[in-house]
């Protein structure tokens, strides 16, 4: 009896065991279907196309802006120093050899121009598959905006006021058609433009002004720029590619998937094979646990998003310091590591060579800066057509609302009003910038008088 009910006991206890073995193996293939099932339920977008969806190749830009990469001349080495040399130091040292520059950049010019106009534009490529798409054209863009910038430039050395702003408006559709497709390399170059408009702008002396119509286009162009719907769709498309694509590539691809799984990241180092978690444990299993945390930690960064700013800075760097935290999980081996979570740190920029570039704030701290220059740029031409009219500059932003702007802009880093200061006919307005206070992260248009 005793005996039969020790055995009964025995039995029951493994049952036990083997139960709760079962259901802890199984609680990661739960939670991400949990996961997932949610983002369904929230009305997430999941599929690229979603995302960006596709347009009439009649409205679509990129074949015109094909043919524009194609007629960008082979520029020489005095060219390159010519182009450094007024994007970036706002000088025209020799207006000859500009001239001829932009002569034998006419074509390429004309059809960037034409080619900004059309509502829509699809560059990016997406093949072989969603996580690995081609970016082709960043080099070629980025070369006709600096060739746009000569030519502004070039436009006010002879004196032509409105072929530049003719210029900083091409520029503007221009980034207006690159947010189309949110991926954070195109949120970056945008912000890169913004640059080269800001130093156009700001070459540009308040006397000379800028016409109603031209004003109130620039105006009608930024409003359109909507940087919190750019940084939201940017971090979906993110959770896409990171969180969802790559990993159902990882399963349909088990070779290269141990690959990942077994690598180690230490730094700027990757060890290939070093990982000895991917060797040991199932890797199905090890995917899982890792897609959970790449999901968990999107969700987290599109509800600060969808919140809005000004954002609590300081909330991303708790995050950061959990995802180290979570992700460095294990031992080290000499040259070897055991760290089951390795593969989302990959994802999580728990580390970066540029720290404001680095970590869960990456994107928003790009967002911010192209909301700074774009509210900024913003209070310009809204100046001139005060001036216009009343024959001075505002002197303060509230001057400016409601006829001119529909409300004072607010400084993306901290909430507040932009700084502006109207002093002898100069305009200074500016943004508290990355570190919140007064220092060279300042970001700042000077228009003179």
């Not at 094909?66 to 520029?75: G, R, T, V, W, Y």
Request: aromatic letters at 10%; charged letters at 20%; glycine letters at 6%.
């Amino acid at each position: 009896m005793k005996r039969g009910l020790k055995a009964t006991l025995a039995v029951l206890l493994l049952v036990a065991v083997g139960w709760w073995l079962w259901r802890a193996w199984q609680a990661p293939y739960a939670a991400l279907a949990r996961e997932l099932q949610a983002l369904r339920e929230a009305g997430e977008l999941l599929r690229y196309e979603d995302i960006v969806p596709p347009v009439p190749p009649h409205l679509n830009a990129a074949p015109l802006y094909e043919k524009a990469f194609a007629a960008i001349p082979k520029l020489t080495r005095t060219e390159e120093e010519q182009i450094f040399a007024v994007t970036v130091y706002k000088q025209i040292r020799d207006p000859e050899q500009v001239r001829k520059l932009l002569a034998r950049s006419r074509s390429a010019l004309l059809l960037v121009k034409q080619a900004s106009r059309y509502p829509h534009l699809r560059l990016v490529r997406l093949a072989p598959d969603f996580f690995s798409p081609e970016f082709r054209h960043l080099s070629k863009m980025r070369t006709l905006a600096r060739l746009l910038s000569v030519e502004a430039m070039y436009h006010l050395h002879m004196g032509n006021t409105d072929g530049a702003w003719d210029n900083v408006a091409v520029l503007l559709r221009v980034m207006k058609q690159l947010s189309q497709e949110p991926f954070a390399v195109h949120v970056m170059n945008i912000c890169a433009l913004f640059t080269m408009v800001r130093n156009i702008v700001c070459a540009i002396p308040a006397r000379q002004g800028i016409t109603p119509s031209r004003a109130r286009e620039l105006l009608h162009i930024l409003g359109e720029l909507d940087g919190d719907r750019l940084l939201l769709q940017s971090l979906r498309l993110e959770r896409l590619e990171v969180g969802i694509s790559f990993f159902e590539w990882l399963r349909a691809n088990p070779k290269w998937a141990r690959e990942a799984a077994t690598m180690w990241i230490e730094g700027c180092v990757i060890s290939n094979g070093a990982n000895l978690a991917g060797w040991v444990l199932p890797l199905d299993r090890q995917l899982v646990v890792n897609q959970l945390i790449v999901l968990r930690y999107y969700r987290q960064l599109v509800q600060i998003a969808q919140k809005g700013e000004p954002y609590e800075w300081q909330v991303f760097e708790a995050m950061d310091e959990a995802a180290k935290r979570i992700t460095k999980q294990g031992v080290t081996f000499g040259s070897f590591v055991f760290r089951p979570l390795e593969m989302a740190g990959m994802f999580l920029r728990v580390e970066g060579l540029v720290p404001e570039y680095a970590g869960s704030g990456f994107l928003f701290h790009i967002t911010a800066k192209l909301k700074a220059h774009q509210r900024i740029l913003q209070v310009i031409p809204a100046a001139h057509l005060y001036r216009r009219e009343h024959g001075q500059f505002p002197n303060n932003l509230e001057a400016l609302v409601p006829r001119y702007l529909p409300a004072v802009p607010k400084d993306p880093f901290d909430g507040q009003p932009l700084r502006y200061r109207c002093e002898n006919g100069a305009l200074r307005i500016w943004s508290v910038g990355s570190d919140l206070k007064k220092s060279e992260k300042d970001i700042v248009w000077t228009i003179q008088p």
